[in-house]
């Protein structure tokens, strides 16, 4: 500091704490606007962000905030449904760093970790020796151990292995005043021995004992006896009959009490195998009235689901493939069995299946482990599919996990939906963990103005004094939070609230931890993310977002918070999140961003900012979060909107001219490819045209064909065949017409073979992808205008227009009906839009390709997984002969003009090396590389240059020029030989 300047509070403790601590300190407003909500209705800007890179440097972090006198909250996956991840604090996130395995005890089967590490994590690595975690909440690929024990958390797997709670053994916890310690049952000798050494832990367990005694009377009458009682904390773990486990008592305390520096956890053994039967019912009601007769045979998990939410998937298209697994019903309860073996685990489902004759409508058993994948892919998608109902208003949390005791479930869900339709909202789904009577639902409050607020209140108080008449819970599994902090004395009453408030002062007297949660809550509808004041600003756009109102910040508003985005286990989303581990690269943390930024309080530079800028930076706009997002965010549209409105009237970086504008540089460069080739590969030529167009010199150029496709399809003989299957339109995207026209003479063969009359268009015609992606939308959308001008005759008799490219065809299928809404020739083309797999399985569905011997592995594209599908092009291969593996490696990481871009090489290679290019280095050496992706081709020759990947139409033209086998010919070199 310098002059006069005094410093603020928030300034002297980042300064603070980056002299202190061994992490990262942000206390920019990009990373506060990232970081201010969860997955609930609250939204609380944070005072700043701690990223420790140990456990260590986050008690010193801790320590920093109390020399300050400011709160601290920590977070795990920021998936907590009832505000308890958001606060006016400091937040410690431990997702990035804090992720180590310490030890595994493989014959006990006990695990020390540390808060960070996700779930699905901890679990691959324990894979191989036999054991697991037993909870498994359905954000399973994002939560961590800590957040999971903040939450008490628990999931499908709960009905064998209990809550969170159960797991713990151990913990080590930081006090906010500095007290470390180990914490865990507390026997007679070892409590004396702590009150013997005195100090701050002396003080902690004396207190913790005169609670324990003094309640508990009360905690025994007023603790409801079931298996999912998540609200208030664990004093009954502090009784005697219970080892006064301290440990125990301070799970599911959100924040509000410690902090959790590491964790000791007992696992369980996984299942030598599974079967799922499922039920189908009448109604959800008789589900429910089933569910005691069906735990008599003690399933390992028991979940059940409504007809609504089956209508809601199928309406969103999610987990299609499950949904049409699902016996004949209108509610379906979803019963696993485990055994040593498939044969006695199908034994047990089947048992149970025959005893329960005429309880049930309709009932199958799954034991093939896709298909019951598939099916719970179909219950976790829950949130997703009740979150936005087509043609309804919007759906949130407010009253989604309440739990009652399993055998009144039935009156209890038949009270409930009477609650729902009196206060009109009664086309809320029901569904959850029957088993354990937990209910999830997403409501359609009205949460933006005044009266709908207090509609949302009145309803939560009935709610509450409903569970309790039957001695339930409030939350079952998701904690308190904010939502039902408040509502906690309907159900305890007021001497047990007390007692709560008693161990907050004991542990935290100052109110430092999480304040305003659990215990001297916050109301319940206050610190809304909406509001009766919620006015964001409506800027006015260039793409429709027809599913979002036509609003630019009902988009911006669409996350919920989920954090599937934040995985690692499989879909394309999302790489750069993959790649660098940080929050704002999420599809999550860049939706908070543009939230903030229409909101304007902390972001207020509006389409400006540089904060915003630099996380969609790093956004590849592989669409990936378009499909695999539950609510379907499309950040790759929300990143072209925003650049264009970012560089408006400004200067644009140098890639947006070199690769932005390259339809038209490769329409120059047909003039004298080869003379250009040479140029822009010589080595010091090479490095300046690089640097001059804001590419990463570690790049090589591709190189331009010696002849075009266009040129060379005008000078071919006219095909001798006749064409009885009619006309198509082959698209010559820049990619194939300007850099690999063999991949268009290939589908040309293909097509021609297939019995198609194939047309070109006469002039130069380009989708507007590399302007779209570089946010150039007016010039986008005048070369789409030209487009729809040229294809017009095709498009006037539906004549199929084949796109080889898949960002072309996305473009197309997606982009282009955004972008000119209402225009009739943008939404046929979309409609008229075909791969090479989908033509010929619509229009030649008896065409099959000549029989070839060998195995492929396949890069599938990530719009090809996002917008357009894959299974024909898959099924054409299978058809073929060839033993098809298609990748579940997500992003190549080159991603179009992302990988060429200066500063983007790092993160490029670092996306292609986390699973494709191991993928590739393991796979046979003879088997064939597909990737109908030029930018996956690219990536592919650049980083695995022993591979030569191909297009599906190469491959299925060899079997039309010269049917035979496949042999190797170098890896992935596709040879045809005569039988």
């Given at each position: 500091?310098?002059?006069?300047h005094?410093?603020?509070?928030?300034?002297?403790?980042?300064?603070?704490?980056?002299?202190?601590?061994?992490?990262e300190?942000?206390?920019?407003?990009?990373s506060?606007?990232?970081?201010?909500?969860?997955?609930?209705?609250?939204?609380?800007?944070?005072?700043?962000?701690?990223?420790?890179?140990?456990?260590?440097?986050?008690?010193?972090?801790?320590?920093?905030?109390?020399?300050?006198?400011?709160?601290?909250?920590?977070?795990?996956?920021g998936?907590?449904?009832a505000?308890?991840?958001?606060?006016?604090?400091?937040v410690?996130?431990?997702?990035?760093?804090?992720?180590?395995i310490?030890?595994?005890d493989t014959?006990?089967?006990?695990?020390?970790?540390?808060?960070?590490?996700?779930?699905?994590?901890?679990?691959?690595?324990?894979?191989?020796?036999?054991?697991?975690?037993?909870?498994?909440?359905?954000?399973?690929?994002?939560?961590?151990?800590?957040?999971?024990?903040g939450?008490?958390?628990?999931?499908?797997?709960a009905?064998?292995?209990?809550?969170?709670?159960d797991?713990?053994?151990?913990?080590?916890?930081?006090?906010?005043?500095?007290?470390?310690?180990?914490?865990?049952?507390?026997?007679?000798?070892?409590?004396?021995?702590?009150?013997?050494?005195?100090?701050?832990?002396?003080?902690?367990?004396?207190?913790?004992?005169d609670?324990?005694?003094?309640y508990?009377?009360?905690?025994?009458?007023?603790?409801?006896?079931?298996?999912?009682r998540?609200?208030?904390?664990?004093?009954?773990?502090?009784?005697?009959e219970?080892?006064?486990?301290?440990?125990k008592?301070?799970?599911?305390?959100?924040?509000?009490?410690?902090?959790v520096?590491r964790?000791?956890?007992?696992?369980?053994?996984?299942?030598?195998?599974?079967?799922?039967?499922?039920?189908?019912?009448?109604?959800?009601?008789?589900?429910?009235?089933?569910?005691?007769?069906?735990?008599?045979?003690n399933?390992?998990?028991?979940?059940?689901?409504?007809?609504?939410l089956?209508?809601?998937?199928?309406s969103?298209?999610?987990?299609?493939?499950?949904?049409?697994?699902?016996?004949?019903?209108?509610?379906?309860?979803?019963?696993?069995?485990d055994?040593?073996?498939?044969?006695?685990?199908?034994?047990?489902?089947k048992?149970?299946?025959?005893?329960?004759?005429?309880?049930?409508?309709?009932?199958t058993?799954?034991?093939?482990?896709?298909?019951?994948?598939?099916?719970?892919?179909?219950?976790?998608?829950?949130?997703?599919?009740?979150?936005?109902?087509?043609?309804?208003?919007?759906?949130?949390?407010g009253?989604?996990?309440?739990?009652?005791?399993?055998?009144?479930?039935?009156?209890?869900?038949?009270?409930f939906?009477?609650?729902?339709?009196?206060?009109?909202?009664?086309s809320?789904?029901?569904?959850?963990?029957?088993?354990?009577?937990?209910?999830?639902?997403?409501?359609?409050?009205v949460?933006?103005?005044?009266?709908?607020?207090?509609?949302?209140?009145?309803f939560?108080?009935?709610?509450?004094?409903?569970?309790?008449?039957?001695?339930?819970?409030?939350?079952?599994?998701?904690?308190?939070?904010?939502?039902?902090?408040?509502?906690?004395?309907?159900?305890?009453?007021?001497?047990?609230?007390?007692?709560?408030?008693?161990?907050?002062?004991?542990?935290?007297?100052?109110?430092?931890?999480?304040?305003g949660?659990?215990?001297?809550?916050?109301?319940?509808?206050?610190?809304?993310?909406?509001?009766a004041?919620?006015?964001?600003?409506?800027?006015?756009?260039?793409?429709?977002?027809?599913?979002?109102?036509?609003?630019?910040?009902?988009?911006?508003?669409?996350?919920v918070?989920v954090?599937?985005?934040?995985g690692?286990?499989?879909?394309?989303?999302?790489?750069?999140?993959?790649?660098?581990?940080?929050?704002?690269?999420s599809?999550?943390?860049?939706?908070?961003?543009?939230?903030?930024?229409?909101?304007?309080?902390v972001?207020?530079d509006?389409?400006?900012?540089?904060?915003?800028?630099?996380?969609?930076?790093?956004?590849?706009?592989?669409?990936?979060?378009?499909?695999?997002?539950?609510?379907?965010?499309?950040?790759?549209?929300?990143?072209?909107?925003?650049?264009?409105?970012h560089?408006?009237?400004?200067?644009?970086?140098?890639?947006?001219?070199?690769?932005?504008?390259?339809p038209?540089?490769?329409?120059?460069?047909?003039?004298?490819?080869?003379?250009?080739?040479?140029?822009?590969?010589?080595?010091?030529?090479?490095t300046?045209?690089?640097?001059?167009?804001?590419?990463?010199?570690?790049?090589?150029?591709?190189r331009?064909?010696?002849?075009?496709?266009?040129?060379?399809?005008?000078?071919r003989?006219?095909?001798?065949?006749?064409?009885?299957?009619?006309?198509?339109?082959?698209?010559?995207?820049?990619?194939?017409?300007?850099?690999?026209?063999d991949?268009?003479?290939?589908?040309?063969?293909?097509?021609?073979?297939?019995?198609?009359?194939v047309?070109?268009?006469?002039?130069?015609v380009?989708?507007?992808?590399?302007?779209?992606?570089?946010?150039q939308?007016?010039?986008?959308?005048?070369?789409?205008?030209?487009?729809?001008?040229?294809?017009?005759?095709?498009?006037?008799?539906?004549?199929?227009?084949v796109?080889?490219?898949?960002?072309?065809?996305?473009?197309?299928?997606?982009?282009?009906?955004?972008?000119?809404?209402?225009?009739?020739?943008?939404h046929?083309?979309?409609?008229q839009?075909?791969?090479?797999?989908?033509?010929?399985?619509?229009?030649?569905?008896?065409?099959?390709?000549a029989?070839?011997?060998?195995?492929?592995?396949?890069?599938?594209?990530?719009?090809?997984?996002?917008?357009?599908?894959?299974?024909?092009?898959?099924?054409?291969?299978?058809?073929?002969?060839?033993?098809?593996?298609?990748?579940?490696a997500g992003?190549?990481?080159?991603?179009?003009?992302?990988?060429?871009?200066?500063?983007?090489?790092?993160?490029?290679?670092?996306?292609?090396?986390?699973?494709?290019?191991?993928?590739?280095?393991?796979?046979?050496?003879?088997a064939?590389?597909l990737?109908?992706?030029?930018?996956?081709?690219?990536?592919?020759?650049?980083?695995?240059?022993?591979?030569?990947p191909?297009?599906?139409?190469?491959v299925?033209?060899?079997?039309?020029r010269?049917?035979?086998?496949?042999r190797?010919?170098?890896p992935?070199?596709?040879?045809?030989?005569?039988?």
């Open positions: 500091m310098t002059g006069n005094t410093p603020t509070l928030f300034e002297a403790l980042a300064a603070d704490l980056r002299a202190g601590v061994d992490g300190v942000r206390f920019d407003p990009g506060r606007a990232t970081y201010s909500t969860d997955a609930s209705n609250y939204r609380q800007v944070p005072i700043g962000v701690v990223v420790p890179r140990t456990p260590e440097a986050a008690v010193d972090a801790v320590a920093a905030c109390r020399r300050h006198d400011v709160p601290v909250l920590s977070r795990g996956g998936t907590s449904l505000g308890q991840s958001c606060n006016a604090a400091v410690i996130d431990w997702t990035k760093y804090c992720t180590r310490q030890s595994v014959e006990a089967g006990v695990a020390v970790v540390e808060p960070g590490i996700k779930l699905d994590v901890l679990n691959d690595h324990l894979q191989s020796s036999g054991w697991m975690v037993g909870p498994k909440p359905s954000t399973h690929v994002s939560c961590a151990i800590g957040g999971m024990i939450n008490n958390s628990c999931g499908s797997s009905q064998a292995y209990g809550k969170m709670v797991s713990v053994r151990r913990m080590e916890v930081l006090t906010y005043d500095g007290l470390r310690m180990w914490v865990g049952p507390t026997d007679d000798d070892e409590y004396a021995r702590i009150m013997g050494q005195g100090g701050r832990r002396a003080e902690i367990y004396r207190g913790l004992k609670i324990a005694d003094e508990a009377d009360d905690i025994r009458r007023k603790y409801p006896r079931i298996p999912r998540v609200s208030g904390y664990n004093l009954d773990s502090l009784l005697g219970n080892g006064f486990d301290v440990g008592a301070l799970v599911g305390s959100e924040s509000t009490l410690v902090t520096l964790a000791e956890l007992s696992l369980v053994r996984i299942p030598g195998a599974t079967a799922l039967a499922v039920l189908g019912f009448g109604d959800v009601f008789c589900a429910a009235d089933a569910v005691p007769a069906v735990l008599e045979h399933p390992s998990a028991l979940e059940g689901l409504d007809h609504r089956v209508e809601l998937e199928h969103r298209r999610l987990a299609e493939k499950a949904l049409r697994q699902l016996p004949d019903g209108k509610a379906w309860l979803m019963v696993q069995f055994g040593d073996d498939q044969d006695e685990a199908d034994r047990k489902a048992s149970m299946i025959d005893a329960l004759q005429g309880e049930y409508t309709d009932a058993v799954i034991d093939d482990p896709k298909r019951k994948k598939e099916v719970w892919a179909a219950r976790e998608a829950g949130l997703g599919a009740t979150a936005y109902p087509p043609n309804e208003p919007e759906t949130h949390e009253w989604e996990d309440a739990a009652v005791p399993p055998d009144r479930l039935g009156d209890y869900l038949r009270d939906r009477r609650l729902l339709d009196r206060y009109d909202y009664g809320a789904s029901l569904y959850g963990h029957f088993g354990q009577a937990c209910v999830h639902t997403r409501i359609p409050f949460l933006r103005t005044a009266e709908g607020i207090a509609k949302y209140r009145s939560a108080e009935e709610s509450a004094r409903l569970v309790v008449s039957y001695g339930g819970s409030l939350s079952g599994e998701h904690g308190d939070g904010q939502s039902r902090g408040e509502l906690l004395s309907i159900m305890f009453g007021e001497r047990i609230v007390g007692a709560f408030e008693r161990t907050k002062a004991l542990f935290d007297p100052d109110n430092r931890m999480n304040p949660k659990v215990v001297h809550p916050y109301k319940l509808d206050e610190n809304l993310r909406y509001g004041g919620y006015r964001p600003a409506e800027p006015k756009v260039l793409f429709a977002y027809p599913d979002d109102d036509h609003r630019f910040s009902r988009a911006a508003a669409r996350c918070g954090g599937k985005c934040r690692h286990e499989s879909g394309v989303m999302c790489p750069s999140y993959r790649a660098t581990g940080e929050e704002e690269h599809t999550r943390g860049r939706a908070r961003l543009l939230f903030e930024m229409v909101q304007g309080d972001i207020t509006g389409w400006r900012s540089t904060e915003v800028h630099d996380a969609l930076d790093l956004c590849l706009a592989c669409k990936g979060c378009r499909s695999d997002c539950p609510v379907n965010v499309d950040m790759a549209t929300y990143k072209a909107e925003f650049l264009f409105h560089y408006r009237g400004r200067f644009r970086p140098m890639a947006h001219y070199s690769m932005g504008w390259i038209l540089w490769a329409r120059l460069a047909a003039v004298a490819p080869r003379t250009l080739n040479a140029v822009a590969h010589a080595p010091a030529l090479s300046l045209l690089k640097k001059a167009g804001g590419i990463d010199t570690q790049r090589e150029l591709p331009f064909a010696d002849e075009r496709f266009t040129a060379w399809f005008r000078q003989p006219a095909a001798a065949a006749a064409a009885p299957r009619g006309r198509v339109v082959l698209w010559p995207d820049t990619f194939v017409n300007n850099f690999e026209p991949v268009g003479k290939a589908a040309v063969a293909v097509l021609e073979a297939a019995g198609f009359e047309e070109v268009p006469n002039r130069t380009c989708c507007g992808l590399t302007w779209i992606s570089t946010g939308l007016p010039t986008a959308k005048r070369v789409l205008r030209r487009t729809l001008a040229t294809l017009k005759p095709a498009l006037r008799t539906s004549t199929p227009v796109v080889l490219e898949p960002s072309c065809a996305a473009v197309f299928r997606s982009d282009l009906p955004e972008l000119l809404y209402g225009d009739e020739d943008a046929r083309l979309a409609d839009t075909y791969t090479l797999g989908d033509l010929l399985a619509a229009k030649a569905p008896d065409w099959k390709p029989a070839l011997r060998g195995s492929a592995v396949v890069q599938q594209h990530c719009h090809q997984h996002a917008v357009l599908g894959y299974t024909h092009e898959r099924e054409l291969l299978g058809d073929a002969g060839l033993d098809v593996d298609v990748l579940d992003c190549c990481g080159l991603a179009g003009n992302f990988g060429f871009e200066k500063g983007h090489y790092d993160i490029s290679v670092a996306c292609a090396q986390d699973k494709l290019i191991p993928a590739l280095s393991g796979a046979d050496d003879d064939l590389v990737a109908d992706g030029f930018s996956c081709r690219t990536q592919i020759r650049g980083l695995a240059p022993d591979r030569r191909m297009h599906v139409a190469q299925l033209a060899q079997t039309v010269a049917p035979g086998s496949l190797g010919g170098g992935g070199a596709a040879q045809i030989v005569d039988e």
